[in-house]
């Protein structure tokens, strides 16, 4: 049976889980930790890093170091979210060819779904280490509030990174199965995901014969915890301008830094009542003088500082319990998810406004990823024990005259789902019809989500009004849109052309697949070439460490002599080769080099 892996992809960190036996197992990096930071960046000399060691750089390479390209993804350059990111990003935030989002890190432009899948990329890597094989499919996870382009350009993301995504799921549905899975349960859940970037709340109904069904789902995907640590950075810069008149802001260094004390402060916080916020030599005032940023940030001010945030997810809670048509009493349990909801002040809300304590059984920060890999062993062992029933977060519809939204199928209609609608020409001999397809619950159809502009062309010539399409607007588990189209005289089907999508075209996603495959071959040869050099550099060391001890035992004979000539010469050989990052020069040293260390051990073990 073929292994899929969950993924849980997120905004500030990545986990990565599999099945084994009959239970999920989260994955952990090399470095041991079972999270990893959905960073990526490009060193000075063209490297690409990623996870760990790309947050750790962040200070000292921010222009070249993306975090949050969560928040970008499948977004349009023209929206707000986009342009805010423009002001707040340390990183170079241009308009692509399709009126999308790319991204300069040195001299090269990436869109967004690229750098989601170089996470994802590392995500599968920390996988197949693990598993020791190749793995192919996975389940990968988006806030539930995603939108049809956020969720298209996270599946490209997906086949970027040579992954087969068989199910996109929504975060907080796989929270809920985390949760309930093998557990005979039968209660009504919320799930509240407030994770780096994005809110969810779900409301599901869990079912002892293994139903999982959504309820409902709303939420907002521009409020995370990075809102919360902007709040901490307004307060230090302001406090800052008051004291100095500098504008940190105009500093991308500064900046970052504030960014990471900020986070720190923030997680410090929950769990102490308050913390130093130390940050020496932040500036400098241009006449040879350094400025310190140093201020004690207590939880109180915190949560001053933050309390509309907060409150912003309590008034979403409360519109997912009138959507679902429920009262808090109906509420049985609260899983809480999302390394957000470890702030206190999140806790007693959430408790207040559900009227119980959350339950605490489940890991906030492994839970989504456990999740999405039940869901991949259940698609692969087709599994008729377990139903999972999503809803869609959007209503689905199409822009009519006079700049109007007609909805078609409405926001938390369980997915799959479809609906037709008949289409007529409107003039004599018209052989093209357009549909705006949008998502969004505004009546005004500039507010919502332009999804895409389907042209039926080629239609029969005939006096108009005589030629009748049907028009079929589906919206698959994945949450992800199709439109199909057929003339309902002949029966023939409608062949559509689709624009003005932001998304990325076939073409270029194979060659950034290609890419990514070179980069796999390049990574796994530069891990190679770690390894071998690594073997050398220990021979080397030993060999070194025997030189002494070897001179005074034979070094007066010739035959010492040129032992020991040819054991420095293989040792500048081997040095050579490292430095010329060549693996199979350097191999063919190493095995010089262990012939050497036998004979040196045999010598001093004669002498
Ligand atoms: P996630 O997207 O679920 O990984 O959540 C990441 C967010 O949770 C980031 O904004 C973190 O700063 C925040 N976070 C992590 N640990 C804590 C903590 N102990 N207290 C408050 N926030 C935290």
């Known amino acids: 049976m073929e292994r899929v892996i969950g993924i849980d992809l997120g905004t500030t960190n990545s986990c990565v889980s599999v099945f084994e036996g009959d239970q999920p197992a989260v994955i952990s990096n090399r470095g041991g930790y079972k999270t990893t930071p959905s960073v990526v960046a490009v060193t000075e000399a063209g490297k690409r890093l990623v996870g760990h060691i790309a ?92 939108n049809d382009n956020q969720r298209q350009a996270t599946k490209d993301a997906g086949t970027i990174a040579g992954l087969d995504v068989i199910r996109i799921i929504n975060e907080p549905t796989a929270a809920a199965l985390a949760y309930g899975y093998g557990k005979d349960l039968d209660r009504t859940v919320a799930v509240y995901d407030l994770g780096g970037g994005t809110f969810d709340v779900s409301i599901l109904e869990i079912g002892s014969s293994g139903v999982f069904k959504v309820i409902s789902t709303t939420g907002d995907t521009f409020l995370g915890g990075e809102d919360f640590d902007a709040r901490i950075i307004d307060w230090l810069v302001s406090g800052f301008q008051r004291e100095h008149t500098i504008d940190l802001r105009q500093d991308r260094m500064a900046l970052q830094r504030l960014r990471d004390a900020a986070e720190k402060a923030k997680c410090e916080l929950s769990s102490v ?35 509309d945030l907060v409150e912003r997810t309590v008034e979403i809670c409360r519109q997912a319990l009138e959507d679902a048509r429920l009262h808090v009493d109906d509420i049985e349990d609260v899983i809480l998810v999302g390394g957000m909801t470890r702030m206190p002040a ?23 990823a456990v999740g999405a890999a039940i869901q991949g062993a259940a698609l692969v062992q087709e599994k008729k024990d377990m139903i999972l029933l999503d809803v869609t977060p959007h209503a689905l519809g199409i822009m009519t005259f006079g700049s109007n939204f007609e909805e078609l199928i409405p926001q938390n209609t369980t997915v799959p789902t479809s609906r037709a609608k008949i289409f007529t ?40 009004g005589h030629v009748e399409i049907e028009v079929t607007f589906e919206i698959n588990t994945d949450g ?6 057929k003339d309902l005289d002949t029966g023939q089907a409608q062949s559509i052309q689709v624009t003005a999508s932001s998304g990325l075209t076939q ?28 073997e050398a550099e220990t021979l080397i060391a030993e060999i070194e460490r025997l030189f002494p001890e070897i001179e005074r035992v034979v070094g007066t004979a010739d035959f010492g002599r040129d032992a020991i000539a040819k054991a420095r010469s293989a040792v500048d050989r081997a040095r050579g080769a490292m430095k010329d990052r060549d693996p199979n020069a350097v191999r063919l040293q190493v095995e010089q080099l262990q012939r050497t260390q036998r004979m040196f051990k045999g010598v001093v073990a004669r002498g």
């Open 480 to 485: 992800i849109v199709s439109v199909a189209a």
């Open 425 to 464: 020409t409107s003039r004599d001999d018209q052989t093209a019809v357009k549909i705006l397809v949008m998502q969004g619950e505004s009546r005004q159809a500039a507010d919502n989500e332009m999804l895409g502009e389907f042209i039926l062309t080629g239609l029969r010539r005939a006096p108009k």
């Open 55 to 146: 947050k750790r750089q962040a200070i000292t390479n921010a222009e070249n170091t993306v975090y949050a390209a969560k928040r970008l993804i499948g977004r349009k350059w023209s929206s707000p979210q986009v342009k805010n990111a423009v002001l707040t990003s340390s990183y170079a935030i241009n308009e692509g060819p399709h009126g999308d989002v790319r991204i300069r890190l040195r001299d090269k432009t990436y869109s967004v779904p690229e750098i989601s899948s170089i996470v994802l990329q590392e995500m599968k890597i920390i996988a197949e280490d693990y598993l020791g094989e190749p793995v192919r499919k996975a389940v990968i996870t988006v806030p539930a509030y995603f």
């Open 346 to 368: 999140v806790q007693t809300s959430v408790a207040a406004f559900f009227g119980r304590e959350p339950n605490k059984s489940v890991h906030p920060d492994e839970v989504v």
């Open 507 to 534: 073409d270029e996603i194979k060659a950034m697949m290609a890419g990514a495959k070179d980069y796999m071959v390049e990574r796994r040869a530069d891990e190679e070439f770690e390894g071998v050099k690594q």
């Open 273 to 307: 009542k308050e913390t130093e916020i130390n940050l020496p030599f932040i500036i400098s005032t241009g006449r040879n003088e350094a400025l310190h940023l140093q201020r004690t940030l207590t939880r109180d001010t915190l949560e001053k500082l933050t309390d």
